[in-house]
């Protein structure tokens, strides 16, 4: 027992490091001081209330959640029959395109987002939102390929076969056979690349225009000029919803279908 | 009967295969062909001379492997014992391993900034320095190759974390006791049975570690300096700031060559070292 005690101490440390400055953002949120402190002074909630009267934040968030929701959207109606075809039939190739689908984790996001604005957003005039849309559209669909295909391994396709011999339609069979077989591989997924998409920055960063931006990216700014406090509130709110998301995760999926 | 209706599947790949292929295939080959060519169009391998002549390159290059690496290490050497701690002997395994996603799920922005708050002249270390009589006055623990280490570690510890648990939970309990039973000591057990069984997990996770950190943007952004770019940063500066698109180009094939190469060479040699991985 005594190596695991030393063990122990070790553990408790680590998690010291990785959740003590979390805690320590939450903590300087409501410090009655006009800069972040920590240990802070008094208490206020008036932080929270600056966080609406920073103007680019709203509209920042908006896009976030409309790029996030959106991108994923549409790499699950990109993504989901590539990998329900590729779980399906045999043929030529199949490994190439599955390794397309995945590629995109491998490419560095850094240089995604710098090629996207090179030679798709400059050379078409792509407005930001399309271009946003489109670039976290690449992001997800690692994740809905990934999840879905493990989730399809385990589906039995004699159960579609078994639907059609008794009548079932084509469309009747994939929404009442196939996707309740694979709905949790589905949500698990989405949760996963909606959260990457909204805390994305590196492809951000490059697809953002002068009256478009995205949350994190108006964030960094925001830190890079003040110090106060706002944005320890607008930070302690985004990790109380994301502790929420966990929770409801833990809940109904279990937490480790998703990671 | 499944042969009858071959073709339809490429109706099902196909849409995603073209959004893939316009969007990012197309712009990847146009950003590697047009970085061998020169200004008249013909084949050269001028911008990667002039890239790698360049000294400021050559300190970026440098110091974005050397933080990459020092992370992974610090990263893999507390990984380890947590992981190991968490799969053997923790009573709340789902409580820690949720502790440990939860900064994952979290903006790198706003941990990034937090390490501005405890390591800034204000800061609770700097405090702790004075108080203690150990600085006189308050010194500049941000902007330098330190905040962005500590950075870079806290962002991607969870990683190593979790690719350790998920080999270690595989580790039958038996062959520790068996390997005790025949006399090996517990330092023993671990050399010669929990370490080598864990090296999978290991090169999983230093691989992610190491990547990560290579191609991060925001922790360096947010705690480095402006004499501390690395490859990342300069990407983004000699894009957005200086509009020089061809050095950016060069600078970012370097980074996707070297990515690449570090995750296939290492999982290379652990496949070669552990056929059954």
Request: aromatic content about 12%; some cysteine.
């Amino acid at each position: 027992m005594k190596k695991s005690k030393s063990l122990f101490v070790v553990t408790l440390l680590v998690y010291v490091f990785l959740i003590g400055p979390l805690l320590v953002i939450m903590a300087a949120s409501f410090s009655d001081t006009t800069y972040l402190k920590f240990p802070g002074e008094g208490f206020t909630l008036r932080w929270y209330q600056q966080i609406m009267q920073v103007k680019s934040f709203g509209s920042a968030a908006k896009n976030s959640i409309i790029i996030a929701f959106g991108g994923t959207f549409v790499a699950l109606l990109l993504g989901l029959p590539a990998a329900y075809a590729l779980n399906r039939y045999r043929f030529k190739g199949k490994e190439l395109i599955k390794s397309l689908f995945l590629s995109p984790v491998l490419i560095p996001v850094i240089v995604l987002g710098f090629v996207m604005l090179r030679y798709v957003v400059n050379r078409f005039k792509l407005p930001a939102l399309p271009s946003l849309l489109i670039g976290h559209t690449i992001l997800s669909i690692p994740y809905v390929m990934r999840v879905v295909t493990s989730s399809l391994a385990n589906f039995d396709f004699s159960m579609e076969e078994a639907a059609r011999i008794l009548g079932a339609g084509n469309v009747y069979t994939f929404f009442h056979i196939l996707l309740p077989n694979i709905k949790s591989g589905i949500v698990s997924a989405c949760i996963m690349a909606i959260i990457n998409s909204f805390n994305n920055v590196s492809l951000s960063a490059f697809l953002t225009s002068a009256g478009v931006s995205m949350l994190p990216i108006e964030m960094m700014a925001y830190v890079e000029y003040h110090f106060d406090p706002t944005i320890a509130a607008l930070a302690t709110l985004l990790m109380v919803i994301t502790l929420g998301v966990m929770l409801v995760i833990e809940k109904t999926l279990g937490l480790k279908s998703v990671v | 009967m499944l042969e009858k209706k071959t073709k339809i599947y490429w109706l099902f790949i196909l849409p995603g295969c073209l959004f893939l292929a316009f969007f990012m295939l197309i712009p990847l080959f146009s950003l590697l062909f047009k970085s061998f060519v020169d200004e008249g169009g013909r084949f050269s391998l001028a911008n990667y001379f002039a890239l790698f002549e360049s000294t400021y390159f050559k300190q970026v290059f440098l110091r974005s492997i050397r933080l990459s690496l020092t992370s992974t290490v610090v990263c893999a050497f507390l990984g380890f014992p947590t992981a190991y701690y968490i799969s053997k002997y923790s009573k709340n395994k789902g409580v820690l391993m949720a502790l440990a996603v939860f900064p994952m799920f979290t903006s790198p922005v706003i941990r990034s900034f937090s390490w501005m708050v405890i390591l800034g002249k204000k800061g609770i270390v700097n405090d702790l320095l004075v108080k203690s009589g150990i600085v006189s006055k308050p010194i500049g623990l941000l902007y330098n190759e330190f905040s962005m280490i500590v950075g870079f570690i806290q962002l991607f510890l969870p990683l190593m974390i979790l690719s350790l648990i998920g080999i270690m939970d595989n580790i039958s309990e038996d062959l520790n006791l068996a390997a005790g039973s025949l006399g090996a000591s517990r330092l023993g057990t671990f050399r010669h049975v929990v370490l080598p069984l864990s090296i999978p997990g290991l090169v999983t996770g230093s691989v992610l570690v190491f990547t990560g950190c290579l191609t991060a943007y925001t922790t360096p952004q947010l705690l480095g300096g402006t004499d501390t770019r690395v490859l990342a940063t300069m990407i983004y500066q000699q894009a957005m700031s200086l509009g020089d698109w061809t050095q950016a180009s060069v600078v970012a094939v370097v980074m996707i060559v070297v990515t690449i190469a570090v995750s296939s060479v290492i999982n290379g040699i652990s496949r070669k070292l552990n056929p059954t991985i």
